[in-house]
């Protein structure tokens, strides 16, 4: 993600994968877990908001997307979502 040639959208499901595989391919382990942690909207306007993309959030269906893009190659023994829904 670093890497990105500029900011990357934070409420899209490759940013998401594309973070997993940057972080697995530099920190082996034989274990995973993963945590979505701050504002969110809910089932309907997803996790987070990024502001540099007219306020995109993560959807459900779009981590959906992510976990099978990542396919069987990364498995996450947890994945936590924390959120005040923006209220």
């Known amino acids: 993600i670093a890497e990105t040639a500029g900011p990357a959208n934070m409420g899209d499901a490759g ?7 940057y972080c697995t391919e530099r920190f082996p382990a034989r274990h995973y877990g993963l945590l979505f942690w701050g504002t969110g909207g809910g ?16 959807l459900l269906s779009e ?15 947890k994945v936590v979502v924390m959120s005040d829904n923006g209220g």
Not at 15 to 21: D, I, P, W
Not at 43 to 58: A, I, Q, Y
Not at 70 to 77: C, I, K, N, T, V
């Open 43 to 58: 089932p309907v306007w997803g996790f987070g908001s990024d502001e540099l993309n007219g306020g995109d959030g993560l």
């Open 15 to 21: 940013t998401l994968a594309a973070f997993v595989n």
């Open 63 to 77: 981590m959906r997307e992510a976990h099978e893009y990542l396919g069987s190659s990364r498995s996450f023994g």
